[in-house]
């Protein structure tokens, strides 16, 4: 029996869009994380991760909305994980917003993954 997504995802920390980046940061910092959610109406509109924070660096004090990444990538809560690792190889993600019927349930993460992976999802995948 393959693994699903919601037997491994993490809660999502989710933010508005209109706090500082400095903020986020913090949050992520004292949190242990590598990521934020920014949900509005209940639907994920941003992903804001340490990639971005240290990308934006000179905008420490501009609004989250102005350096998250919008085209957020999302899975359901009843993906397989190897669909899910060929989704962040494909495009070079670590971190994956969990939706079921367009609600933010969770987050997966790469570290998630190959965690619980039996380790067949080939070499591209850990070379990339």
Do not use: C, W, Y
């Not at 990639?51 to 899975?75: A, C, E, G, P």
């Amino acid at each position: 029996m393959k693994m699903k997504v919601s037997q491994i995802m993490r809660k999502a920390v989710v933010i508005d869009d209109h706090i500082l980046v400095r903020d986020a940061a913090k949050i992520m910092s004292k949190k242990d994380i590598g990521s934020l959610i920014i949900v509005k109406d209940s639907k994920v509109k941003g992903i804001i991760t340490e990639r971005d924070v240290m990308r934006n660096i000179k905008k420490i004090n501009s609004k989250v909305k102005q350096v998250m990444s919008t085209k957020v990538l999302t899975t359901s809560p009843d993906e397989d994980l190897s669909e899910v690792a060929n989704l962040m190889t494909a495009h070079k993600i670590k971190r994956v917003p969990v939706v079921d019927k367009e609600k933010l349930v969770g987050v997966i993460t790469i570290t998630d993954v190959l965690a619980h992976s039996s380790g067949d999802f080939g070499e591209d995948f850990l070379i990339n």
